[in-house]
């Protein structure tokens, strides 16, 4: 779709345009006729133009969100306006109209068949696109109608787009012959690749995720993956990708490290916040967190694996509540291994929801890092000697907060404790070269962080 806008708002991570009808169609009971049909359709509209302004900006004044690209007053480009982009492509495509059928059907699992009802599938298009037509501009304000910024910078090349879609649904097809699951028909499966082929591969690609949703067909986390890299690239959230799909994904493994930022103690650490406060409910949230792509619970392995390892240290309660402050610069305050205990307790009960085959396992740790870990935690330990975390609320001197660094470093595990050490590089401001901070991506690296894990630092190198 190459005069395609921004769909929804910049925090809408659900299913859109044709394809988010036909889940619609999925979820709700199976219409007795056209009329009934048709007031799903509105249904789903009427749904979006509930939907609450761009929570980000609505506390910005007219001015400040016109400067941002947001208009102040309505939004042209809702909901509606996809689906009738989608529509119409089908429509006036050169495609049969068995293969719209086909993938009609596949995509609304079935619960209603045009045909059925003295239909044609191009006339049932028409009736929605007349439908979304008769809708009156949307009014709401804090919306951005105007195509993202990111989606332009990012469109992929449609040939190049086209190909890969069309490889991913072969790939399926070439599955059949070896496989006792569901899979959609080879026709319909032909069919999605003459929409991606022929029509657009942002549709045939949301279209052959439908089809794979409503066949329950079992997607190993290597093609998951493929299909996360094509949605990103097709600027959609992943969360457009993962509802409904069903993943085949492998064992929790702590030594695999597939997340993309930070993770274990040191990513809890950074979630605090002004607001924050040591609880329950705090970790709860955290811990439930896994990263795209991420076998469920494995937020919370690595976090228990962190906890443990400090649990079953000889590091005194006082560096543990030194090195808390020093790594989410809370204005709170814990009570040394009471507050790990708690951690480690909101573990477990995530595990045993998510993942109750899965045996916590404390693994060796990467000791052999140890050196270039500790000349960069003692580099630094020098630079802000004189300084103080929390200073307004439980001051703790960073001198205290680099010591128990360097014993999580020297004594527990370099890889936590370099992970930490990046925690309080941000609390404490420090000032870092570009050389420095080459470095700490060398080590990052050699850890096997994810793209923006170090990245996250970057803002503190020096200008010039």
């Not at 995720?209 to 600027?235: M, N, P, T």
């Not at 480690?344 to 890092?369: G, H, I, K, N, S």
Request: charge should be negative.
């Amino acid at each position: 779709m190459t005069g395609r806008q921004e769909p929804y708002y910049v925090e809408y991570d659900a299913d859109f345009g044709l394809s988010g009808l036909a889940e619609a169609f999925t979820l709700s009971p199976a219409p007795e006729d056209t009329g009934a049909a048709l007031g799903l359709v509105t249904a789903k509209l009427d749904a979006y133009d509930r939907e609450c302004p761009v929570s980000s900006v609505d506390h910005l004044s007219a001015d400040e969100r016109s400067i941002l690209g947001y208009d102040t007053s309505h939004d042209d480009w809702g909901y509606a306006e996809e689906l009738r982009e989608d529509v119409r492509g089908l429509v006036e495509s050169p495609l049969a109209d068995e293969a719209i059928q086909a993938v009609w059907r596949a995509a609304a699992g079935g619960g209603w068949d045009p045909a059925a009802h003295g239909m044609s599938a191009r006339d049932w298009l028409r009736r929605i696109d007349e439908t979304c037509a008769a809708r009156p501009p949307r009014k709401i304000p804090g919306r951005s109608p105007a195509p993202s910024s990111w989606w332009g910078a990012w469109r992929p090349a449609a040939d190049e787009a086209r190909d890969d879609v069309v490889a991913e649904i072969a790939e399926i097809r070439s599955c059949r012959e070896r496989s006792a699951g569901p899979l959609p028909s080879p026709d319909t499966l032909s069919a999605l690749e003459e929409v991606a082929a022929r029509v657009d591969p942002d549709l045939g690609f949301r279209l052959f995720l439908r089809a794979l949703k409503v066949h329950s067909v079992r997607i190993e986390k290597a093609r998951y993956d493929r299909l996360q890299a094509l949605g990103e690239r097709f600027g959609h959230p992943a969360a457009l990708i993962d509802s409904g799909l069903d993943i085949a994904w492998p064992p929790i493994d702590t030594a695999r490290r597939d997340a993309t930022w930070d993770f274990g103690f040191s990513h809890l650490a950074g979630q605090a916040h002004q607001d924050w406060r040591e609880s329950r409910e705090e970790i709860r949230k955290t811990v439930a967190g896994d990263d795209i792509g991420q076998t469920p619970g494995s937020e919370a392995a690595v976090l228990l694996e962190d906890t443990l390892r400090l649990l079953r240290s000889a590091l005194p309660d006082a560096a543990v509540t030194a090195l808390w402050a020093g790594a989410s610069n809370s204005p709170g305050s814990t009570d040394g291994r009471d507050w790990l205990r708690l951690i480690a307790d909101v573990c477990r009960e995530r595990l045993r929801e998510a993942a109750p085959a899965y045996t916590p396992v404390v693994a060796p740790a990467r000791t052999e890092l140890a050196d270039p870990v500790l000349r960069e935690v003692r580099e630094t330990a020098l630079a802000v000697a004189d300084k103080v975390v929390s200073p307004h609320w439980h001051p703790v001197p960073a001198a205290d907060v680099m010591d128990a660094l360097e014993h999580v470093v020297t004594r527990i595990d370099p890889d936590l404790g370099f992970r930490l050490f990046l925690r309080v590089l941000r609390t404490l401001s420090v000032s870092l070269t570009q050389e420095q901070y080459d470095r700490y991506k060398a080590i990052g690296e050699r850890f096997g962080y994810g793209e923006y894990h170090v990245s996250d630092v970057d803002h503190l190198i020096e200008a010039g």
